[in-house]
């Protein structure tokens, strides 16, 4: 079933004026991850398993790098001492057993090395912890479905939605980044910089909370990613994986299906806001009674009460 949160604009201004300015003091979300014009590197880690993968990732850059200068050094020692001018006369051993011997010990020591450290991580990220908050996560061509499945309104139906992205068909646009899209983005508390990345509706989970992530697909593979977080988990039709992150810093973080899903998926991206535990529990009030809008600039308290749309 399609649940679609209608809001207008004006309402939403209305809503802020009323609080009196508050609603740009209270709950403002910094936009945190996201792509940066002109800079290299990972995005900031806000979990554990990202600062352990960036350390991890610097850690290999360095072996890498004096694996690559002692090769590179030793194939123009190896030019330059055996040229022909200085070796008139070739050698004819076929074989040098020390040597033999430390080129096969020398590399297995360097990945028993490379493994010691790497397992932990990757044991840390498979090992799924208790959940504090559990999704589901479905992608489907294209966009993404997001259930809270322990969580319920009065008539007993589990907190569902669905996130398009700002811009997209189904929002009203053409996945392009016209006047009218680039209003959207401004009343749902982005900018232009965030087109292809925002979504009309976001992911809202706790700070500080582990959250489990169930990742699926309903027709294709899909997969889940936020660089931010660590985390990267292919969606499979028929099969249920899961990932897990806890998030330590507030704000608005970005992602995008990262498996190649058909023709629009491009703009497929994935929009995840950090909270207060106090917001979180507001927010999912609100998203009980149907109303699943958080903007990046909006106090929880003025936000309107919605009705969804059911198709």
């Known amino acids: 079933m399609r649940i679609l949160t209608s809001f207008s604009g004006l309402a939403l201004s209305a809503a802020a004026l009323l609080s009196g300015g508050a609603a740009f003091a209270q709950q403002s979300l910094e936009i945190v991850g996201r792509p940066v014009d002109g800079e290299m590197g990972f995005q900031p880690g806000a979990t554990l398993l990202a ?3 960036h350390g991890l990732d610097n850690f290999l850059l360095i072996i890498i790098t004096i694996i690559t200068i002692f090769v590179t050094l030793l194939l123009l020692y190896s030019a330059w001492r055996f ?17 033999e011997i430390a080129w096969t010990v020398v590399p297995i020591v360097i990945l028993v090395v490379i493994g010691a450290f790497s397992l932990p ?22 966009y993404w479905g997001y259930e809270y499945v322990d969580e319920a309104d009065a008539d007993g139906n589990t907190v569902a939605f669905e996130s398009y992205m700002i811009g997209a068909p189904a ?8 006047p009218e899209v680039e209003q959207q983005l401004v009343e749902a508390g982005y ?6 990345l925002a979504t009309d509706t976001a992911m809202v989970v706790p700070v500080g909370k582990t959250i489990v992530v169930q990742v699926t697909g309903a027709d294709v593979i899909h997969s889940w990613t936020i660089p931010a977080f660590g985390v990267k988990q ?6 249920l994986a899961e990932l897990w992150f806890s998030a330590d810093r507030e704000g608005v973080y970005f992602g995008q299906c990262s498996e190649l899903c058909g023709l629009a998926h491009a703009y497929m991206p994935i929009t995840v806001k950090v909270v207060s535990e106090a917001a979180y529990a507001q927010w999912l009030e609100q998203a009980k009674a149907g109303n699943y809008e958080l903007t990046a600039t909006t106090e929880l308290s003025a936000l309107p009460t919605a009705t969804p749309v059911v198709e």
């Open 51 to 53: 600062r352990e993968l």
């Open 83 to 99: 040229h022909e001018k200085r070796n008139k006369v070739p050698a004819k051993f076929t074989h040098n057993s020390p040597l």
């Open 121 to 142: 991580v990757l044991f840390r990220q498979q090992e799924i912890p208790t959940a504090d908050v559990t999704i589901k996560a479905t992608g489907y061509q294209w």
């Open 171 to 178: 929002t009203g646009g053409d996945n392009r980044l016209t």
């Open 191 to 196: 900018s232009r910089d965030e087109f292809l």
């Open 234 to 239: 292919d969606g499979v039709p028929g099969r």
